[in-house]
């Protein structure tokens, strides 16, 4: 496994394009459905992660363990390029999942995920700030484009933050909520929201006009952001 991973990285650094984020397009708004970011333009590696990723059976939280072991591995290979890596080497942004529908009370229970994309964050001190997206995807297998410069991501580190609440938990609590969900959302982001409060990492379920926070360690379900209120 370890061994297939710098090998890996090997070949994307050396043979990857470079890549265009799309921004994000939020939720449903005027009548028209919006889904979740578009994925940049990157060389596709296919593989299957020893067999965990092809169908995710293995869950969302082991996806996003190795996608944090391939980022490692792709800081080890930079320092030994001779790059300074600082930051403690990196940090973990956010996390977005995306189903195979916009998520209702109705299709909950048969909703099912199609990708995972991991949002890394790094300081290269020959290149500045550095952010690289690693993304798997049940169709498209596993995307690593080339890391993208300057880009201001709003979130926290949350390397080092207790998350007990998986993606599958936090979509089981939607179901519980007693108000109404937000309208055409296909998506949920984990993330430590920037703000006067500390709080835990969240799974943001929304965009800014209609959103609902569902706290990734004890499991509540706000309307309103933590860092904020």
Not at 32 to 51: F, K, M, R, S
Not at 105 to 110: G, K, S
């Amino acid at each position: 496994m370890k061994r297939f991973l710098f090998g890996m990285v090997a070949v994307v650094l050396l043979t990857m394009m470079a890549g265009t984020m799309s921004s994000c397009k939020g939720c449903k708004k005027g009548g028209q459905v919006q889904t979740a970011p578009e994925l940049p333009a990157v060389t596709q590696l296919y593989h299957d992660y020893d067999g965990v990723v092809q169908d995710f059976t293995a869950g969302v939280s082991q996806i996003q363990a190795l996608h944090r072991q391939t980022m490692y591995s792709i800081i080890q290979f930079l320092k030994e390029q001779g790059h300074e890596i600082v930051l403690d080497n990196y940090q973990w942004r956010n996390s977005l999942v995306i189903f195979n529908d916009t998520v209702t009370l109705e299709n909950i229970d048969d909703l099912h995920i199609v990708s995972i994309r991991d949002v890394f964050y790094y300081w290269d001190n020959q290149k500045g700030p550095q952010t690289q997206y690693i993304t798997d995807h049940v169709k498209y297998g596993t995307q690593i484009p080339w890391p993208i410069n300057d880009v201001w991501i709003e979130d926290s580190d949350m390397s080092n933050q207790p998350i007990k609440l998986s993606a599958e938990q936090a979509l089981a609590r939607l179901k519980e909520w007693n108000g109404i969900l937000p309208k055409g959302c296909n998506f949920l982001t984990l993330r430590l929201p920037v703000g006067p409060k500390d709080c835990n990492a969240q799974w943001v379920f929304g965009d800014v006009y209609d959103v609902l926070f569902i706290d990734a360690v004890t499991g509540e379900v706000r309307d309103w952001d933590p860092a904020f209120k």
